[in-house]
């Protein structure tokens, strides 16, 4: 009983871009709404209380000013441009006193009490009839001849326009920043609208393909996503990648797989018919070599996608190709290859490190030397060298090679030399090569030995 795939899980949603954006420009223009009201209302307080203090002063020094010495006693007749000017503040209730040199009540209220000071004038807060209010004491000097003293009059008000003053400056401004705050909403609206533009492209570009189309996305959008298209189009060139060898692996399967099955299959068939027991003998011999080809086949298909599969999903890590080059020689090593000079391995004395996967290298490594084993002539040799910024690795023996009109061609699936072979090792080894930023070389050297180097680039030497 076959158990079903689990369904996969939702998508996690966290609360969109906008709705953030919206939340966070609301609460900041919240706490620049309440942070101006309260310095709205701070002001307004401040311009009330200059605004009624000019009023007290300018009353207090009418009155002051009114203030005679009739028969060596101070006298005052208020003025009504004082009475006017404290009026002015129309909510409020007034308080006047003169006091005497004494501190007697020469006319007024008996309150407030009076405050010392030196300056001519001073202001300053207190209770008149239970209620908050304002005053202020001006001190004039008088020196005749039947009095000499100073004479202090206090004047004050509640504060009852003051604070209707200062909350209608508040109000005004409150009004004037909901106004600047929903002009600020829209113009924000209007800026997050253009910002994610980009995004909104990006979604319909995709919707809008075909599902077969992994080629980049080529969208314009500002540099602040250019990330997040890079990082699409880097997915999508992986995708394409498993899906080609994927394609590739189907393709290679029915195009080498097919006919060397058929031929074993008739073969066998011929086989269980034949009489003769030298023939049936002959031809289970070719079985099995037809065999031993048909594993070998299978095995580079596989590994190449293997291979190909290894290069998007193992990370890479520091090997040193000395070390490669040694397991993959060591695989073909039956005992003899060695001891008769028919393979053998020259490496540098410094490391030769490079950023890949081991096992991939390993492979393009087996594959050059069984190439050399199966198809060159004389010594195989293994050579690892450092040139600059690159390491290479190179195999070579001392054949022909296949025709310098089939270099560039080889490395190419199914491409084969005079030798026969199905070509997949050295696309196996060019597969390695594009995986790990190198290339593959191809030739002849100086003395007449047929190469092939994988060139890649050093890495910086590994730390214990």
Do not use: C
Request: charged share 25%; no cysteine.
């Amino acid at each position: 009983m076959t158990r079903s795939a689990a369904p996969p899980a939702p998508p996690r949603r966290i609360p969109s871009i906008t709705g953030r954006l919206f939340a966070a420009i609301g609460l900041l223009l919240l706490a620049g709404g309440v942070a101006i009201t309260f310095a709205a209302f701070a002001y307004g307080q401040q311009a009330a209380r200059d605004a009624f203090d000019r009023l007290l002063i300018g009353a207090a020094n009418q009155i002051s000013a009114s203030i005679a010495i009739v028969d060596g006693e101070p006298l005052a007749d208020l003025p009504v441009s004082a009475l006017d000017l404290l009026a002015l503040a129309g909510q409020d209730r007034i308080v006047y006193r003169i006091v005497g040199e004494n501190g007697e009540t020469l006319t007024g209220y008996d309150a407030p009490a009076l405050p010392e000071f030196e300056y001519d004038s001073l202001f300053f807060d207190g209770e008149f009839t239970g209620e908050a209010a304002r005053f202020v004491a001006v001190k004039r000097q008088f020196a005749e001849r039947g009095f000499s003293g100073a004479v202090t009059t206090i004047v004050g008000h509640t504060t009852r326009a003051r604070t209707a003053l200062a909350w209608d400056i508040a109000r005004n401004a409150w009004l004037l920043l909901a106004a600047a705050g929903l002009g600020m909403v829209a113009l924000a609206a209007f800026a997050i609208r253009s910002a994610l533009a980009p995004l909104r492209r990006i979604q319909e570009e995709l919707l809008a393909r075909d599902p077969h189309d992994l080629t980049p996305l080529d969208v314009a959008v500002p540099s602040e996503l250019s990330a997040v298209t890079e990082a699409i189009n880097r997915f999508m060139g992986r995708l394409n990648r498993q899906i080609e060898g994927m394609q590739n692996l189907i393709s290679d399967s029915a195009h080498q797989l097919r006919t060397p099955i058929a031929a074993l299959r008739a073969q066998a068939e011929l086989a269980a018919d034949e009489p003769d027991p030298d023939r049936r003998e002959r031809i289970v011999a070719r079985i099995h070599n037809r065999s031993v080809e048909l594993t070998r086949l299978t095995d580079q298909i596989l590994n190449r996608a293997l291979i190909i599969h290894r290069s998007d999903s193992e990370p890479h890590e520091w090997v040193d190709l000395r070390k490669v080059a040694m397991r993959a020689a060591e695989s073909f090593d039956d005992g003899t290859l060695f001891e008769e000079g028919r393979l053998r391995l020259d490496l540098a004395s410094a490391s030769a490190g490079v950023i890949g996967d081991r096992l991939s290298l390993e492979e393009a490594a087996k594959n050059f030397i069984s190439n050399a084993l199966t198809h060159g002539e004389g010594t195989v040799a293994v050579t690892v060298t450092r040139h600059g910024d690159h390491a290479r690795l190179a195999v070579s023996d001392q054949g022909k090679g296949p025709p310098s009109e089939l270099l560039g061609e080889l490395g190419t699936r199914f491409t084969r030399g005079k030798s026969g072979g199905s070509g997949l090792g050295l696309a196996i080894a060019r597969a390695v090569a594009t995986a790990h930023h190198g290339r593959l070389d191809l030739g002849r050297t100086d003395d007449g030995r047929f190469e092939i180097a994988l060139i890649l680039p050093l890495a910086a030497e590994k730390t214990p």
